[in-house]
């Protein structure tokens, strides 16, 4: 099936930056969509931000304007990009990615599949 494999995360500084990478392997026809999640203590793992194939993305509002996704499409790839991290950015962040995998001649498969949460802790 489709793995994904996390990097990045770690202790940082307040108003420091941290880039996490996610790198997906498998029988893959195509990766519609990739996100990370997030969830911090105590509360419910919410989306931090998106990108589907097309390069649309979307993102949370206590993100904004602070965190970039990107993707590399060849090597199913999702980045994330966190810039002027606060203290409540502290979390477990996972990877996610959805779309179809190859299931035989011409069949095509829907997946969805998490990567290992990552720690980002945000202190001084």
């Known amino acids: 099936q489709v793995q994904l494999v996390v990097s990045g995360g770690g202790l940082v500084q307040p108003g420091g930056s941290l880039r996490l990478s996610c790198a997906a392997s498998?029988?893959?026809?195509?990766?519609?969509?990739m996100g990370w999640y997030r969830q911090a203590p105590g509360k419910q793992r919410e989306l931090a931000a998106v990108?589907?194939?097309?390069?649309?993305?979307n993102y949370a509002d206590s993100v904004k304007d602070r965190f970039t996704i990107s993707r590399d499409n060849a090597e199913n790839t999702v980045y994330l990009q966190m810039n002027s991290l606060k203290a409540e950015d502290t979390a477990v962040y996972y990877c996610?990615?959805?779309?179809?995998?190859?299931?035989?001649?011409?069949?095509?498969?829907?997946?969805?599949?998490w990567g290992q949460g990552t720690q980002v802790t945000v202190s001084s």
């Open positions: 990108i589907t194939s097309g390069g649309n993305t």
């Open positions: 498998g029988p893959i026809f195509n990766i519609n969509t």
């Open positions: 996610n990615a959805a779309g179809m995998v190859a299931a035989g001649v011409q069949r095509r498969v829907s997946f969805s599949s």
